[in-house]
Protein backbone atom coordinates (compact mmCIF):
# COMPACT_ATOMS: atom_id res chain seq x y z
CA UNK A 1 0.00 0.00 0.00
CA UNK A 2 2.55 2.19 0.63
CA UNK A 3 5.18 1.06 -2.10
CA UNK A 4 2.07 2.09 -4.42
CA UNK A 5 1.35 5.39 -2.73
CA UNK A 6 4.59 6.35 -3.22
CA UNK A 7 5.19 5.28 -6.77
CA UNK A 8 2.36 7.28 -7.24
CA UNK A 9 3.94 10.16 -6.14
CA UNK A 10 6.70 9.84 -8.28
CA UNK A 11 4.87 9.73 -10.82
CA UNK A 12 3.60 13.04 -10.61
CA UNK A 13 6.23 14.47 -9.23
CA UNK A 14 8.31 13.32 -12.49
CA UNK A 15 5.61 15.25 -14.42
CA UNK A 16 5.33 18.68 -12.28
CA UNK A 17 9.49 18.83 -12.38
CA UNK A 18 9.40 18.14 -16.16
CA UNK A 19 6.88 20.60 -17.18
CA UNK A 20 8.48 23.76 -15.05
CA UNK A 21 10.15 26.01 -17.82
CA UNK A 22 14.35 26.04 -17.48
CA UNK A 23 13.78 29.93 -16.62
CA UNK A 24 11.75 28.46 -13.31
CA UNK A 25 14.43 26.00 -12.49
CA UNK A 26 17.16 28.61 -12.86
CA UNK A 27 15.76 31.36 -11.11
CA UNK A 28 14.66 28.44 -8.00
CA UNK A 29 18.16 27.79 -8.18
CA UNK A 30 19.87 30.63 -7.60
CA UNK A 31 17.62 31.58 -4.84
CA UNK A 32 18.71 27.98 -2.97
CA UNK A 33 21.96 28.64 -3.98
CA UNK A 34 21.72 32.26 -1.63
CA UNK A 35 19.97 30.88 1.41
CA UNK A 36 22.93 27.88 1.41
CA UNK A 37 25.88 29.89 1.06
CA UNK A 38 23.93 32.54 3.79
CA UNK A 39 23.65 29.61 5.99
CA UNK A 40 25.91 29.84 9.27
CA UNK A 41 26.21 25.91 8.66
CA UNK A 42 27.50 25.59 5.42
CA UNK A 43 29.95 28.55 5.59
CA UNK A 44 31.55 27.06 8.68
CA UNK A 45 31.38 23.61 6.69
CA UNK A 46 34.90 22.23 5.75
CA UNK A 47 33.80 19.28 3.71
CA UNK A 48 30.43 18.67 2.39
CA UNK A 49 28.74 15.87 0.11
CA UNK A 50 27.11 17.23 -2.71
CA UNK A 51 25.29 16.12 -5.64
CA UNK A 52 25.59 16.35 -9.57
CA UNK A 53 22.05 17.36 -10.36
CA UNK A 54 19.81 15.77 -13.05
CA UNK A 55 17.96 18.46 -15.36
CA UNK A 56 14.93 18.29 -13.45
CA UNK A 57 16.93 18.82 -10.11
CA UNK A 58 18.21 22.03 -8.20
CA UNK A 59 21.60 23.26 -9.41
CA UNK A 60 23.85 24.05 -6.24
CA UNK A 61 27.27 23.76 -8.10
CA UNK A 62 27.29 26.81 -10.02
CA UNK A 63 29.50 28.81 -9.14
CA UNK A 64 32.00 25.52 -7.88
CA UNK A 65 31.82 26.52 -4.45
CA UNK A 66 35.76 26.36 -4.31
CA UNK A 67 36.42 27.05 -0.61
CA UNK A 68 35.02 23.73 0.53
CA UNK A 69 36.43 19.76 0.38
CA UNK A 70 33.89 18.43 -1.62
CA UNK A 71 32.51 14.90 -1.94
CA UNK A 72 30.53 13.09 -4.91
CA UNK A 73 28.20 10.24 -4.59
CA UNK A 74 29.16 7.66 -7.47
CA UNK A 75 27.13 4.88 -7.94
CA UNK A 76 28.81 1.74 -7.69
CA UNK A 77 26.33 -1.44 -7.63
CA UNK A 78 23.48 -0.57 -5.68
CA UNK A 79 25.55 1.36 -3.42
CA UNK A 80 27.11 4.74 -3.65
CA UNK A 81 30.56 5.66 -3.14
CA UNK A 82 31.91 9.03 -2.04
CA UNK A 83 34.89 10.36 -3.70
CA UNK A 84 36.60 13.96 -2.88
CA UNK A 85 36.40 16.06 -5.86
CA UNK A 86 38.49 18.65 -6.68
CA UNK A 87 37.66 20.38 -9.56
CA UNK A 88 34.67 20.20 -12.31
CA UNK A 89 36.80 18.53 -14.90
CA UNK A 90 36.91 15.39 -12.52
CA UNK A 91 33.82 14.21 -12.98
CA UNK A 92 32.24 12.03 -15.52
CA UNK A 93 29.50 11.19 -17.44
CA UNK A 94 28.16 7.76 -14.74
CA UNK A 95 25.15 5.94 -14.05
CA UNK A 96 21.93 7.93 -14.86
CA UNK A 97 23.93 9.88 -17.26
CA UNK A 98 24.61 11.79 -14.42
CA UNK A 99 28.17 13.25 -13.39
CA UNK A 100 30.09 11.46 -11.04
CA UNK A 101 33.65 11.33 -9.62
CA UNK A 102 36.45 9.31 -12.06
CA UNK A 103 36.88 5.56 -10.58
CA UNK A 104 40.75 6.58 -10.18
CA UNK A 105 39.41 8.98 -7.37
CA UNK A 106 40.43 7.83 -3.77
CA UNK A 107 37.40 6.58 -2.28
CA UNK A 108 36.57 8.29 1.26
CA UNK A 109 34.32 7.97 4.36
CA UNK A 110 30.75 9.13 4.31
CA UNK A 111 31.82 11.62 7.05
CA UNK A 112 31.44 15.32 6.25
CA UNK A 113 30.23 18.44 8.44
CA UNK A 114 26.56 18.31 5.47
CA UNK A 115 25.40 16.47 2.96
CA UNK A 116 23.61 18.10 0.36
CA UNK A 117 20.61 15.15 -0.89
CA UNK A 118 18.11 15.20 -3.52
CA UNK A 119 14.56 13.68 -3.84
CA UNK A 120 11.46 13.90 -5.45
CA UNK A 121 9.62 15.62 -2.49
CA UNK A 122 9.88 16.28 0.59
CA UNK A 123 7.75 17.60 3.95
CA UNK A 124 8.37 19.55 6.79
CA UNK A 125 9.12 16.64 9.06
CA UNK A 126 12.24 15.77 7.05
CA UNK A 127 10.57 13.07 5.71
CA UNK A 128 11.94 12.66 1.89
CA UNK A 129 10.75 10.53 -1.40
CA UNK A 130 13.53 9.01 -3.50
CA UNK A 131 13.41 8.33 -6.59
CA UNK A 132 12.54 4.22 -5.73
CA UNK A 133 16.55 2.70 -5.48
CA UNK A 134 17.12 3.19 -2.37
CA UNK A 135 20.71 4.42 -3.04
CA UNK A 136 20.52 7.93 -0.55
CA UNK A 137 18.97 5.64 1.93
CA UNK A 138 21.73 3.62 1.88
CA UNK A 139 24.33 6.27 1.96
CA UNK A 140 22.29 8.46 4.44
CA UNK A 141 22.45 5.22 7.07
CA UNK A 142 26.28 5.31 7.30
CA UNK A 143 26.61 9.17 7.02
CA UNK A 144 28.15 11.32 9.80
CA UNK A 145 26.63 15.01 9.32
CA UNK A 146 24.10 17.02 8.82
CA UNK A 147 21.36 16.13 6.60
CA UNK A 148 19.69 18.56 4.32
CA UNK A 149 17.53 18.11 1.42
CA UNK A 150 17.49 20.21 -1.73
CA UNK A 151 14.32 20.76 -3.19
CA UNK A 152 12.06 23.53 -5.74
CA UNK A 153 8.37 24.36 -4.09
CA UNK A 154 6.59 22.24 -6.41
CA UNK A 155 8.02 19.57 -4.80
CA UNK A 156 7.11 20.64 -0.91
CA UNK A 157 3.98 18.29 -0.07
CA UNK A 158 1.74 18.20 3.30
CA UNK A 159 2.48 14.52 4.46
CA UNK A 160 4.95 12.17 3.05
CA UNK A 161 4.27 8.10 3.67
CA UNK A 162 7.22 6.68 5.02
CA UNK A 163 8.90 3.02 5.61
CA UNK A 164 11.44 1.92 8.04
CA UNK A 165 14.39 1.96 5.53
CA UNK A 166 13.45 5.42 5.01
CA UNK A 167 16.16 8.31 5.74
CA UNK A 168 15.16 11.66 6.31
CA UNK A 169 16.82 14.98 6.76
CA UNK A 170 17.24 17.30 9.69
CA UNK A 171 17.12 20.55 7.26
CA UNK A 172 15.46 21.46 3.99
CA UNK A 173 16.54 24.06 1.69
CA UNK A 174 13.81 25.50 -0.88
CA UNK A 175 13.42 28.99 -2.91
CA UNK A 176 11.77 30.34 0.16
CA UNK A 177 14.40 29.37 2.85
CA UNK A 178 15.78 27.28 5.09
CA UNK A 179 13.76 24.99 7.25
CA UNK A 180 14.76 22.61 10.09
CA UNK A 181 12.52 19.31 9.90
CA UNK A 182 10.32 18.31 13.13
CA UNK A 183 11.19 15.52 14.66
CA UNK A 184 14.68 15.03 13.59
CA UNK A 185 16.64 15.79 16.79
CA UNK A 186 18.24 18.96 15.24
CA UNK A 187 19.96 21.54 17.67
CA UNK A 188 17.74 24.81 17.20
CA UNK A 189 21.25 26.71 16.98
CA UNK A 190 22.30 25.37 13.70
CA UNK A 191 19.73 27.76 11.89
CA UNK A 192 21.64 30.97 11.25
Not at 15 to 44: C, F, M, Y
Not at 99 to 128: H, S, T, W
Not at 165 to 172: K, S, Y
Request: one cysteine or more; charged letters at 25%; hydrophobic letters at 40%.
Amino acid sequence: MIADEKQRLRTQMRGILRDLSPESRALQSEKIRVHLNAWTLWQEASAACVFSPMATEPDILTPWPEEKKLLFPRVDGECLRLHHVDVRTQLRSGAFSLLEPEANLPEVKAIADVILVPGMAFDLCGRRLGRGGGYYDRLLSQFEGVRVGICFEEQMVTDLLSEAHDLGVQFLITPAGIFPCGGQNTPSDLVG
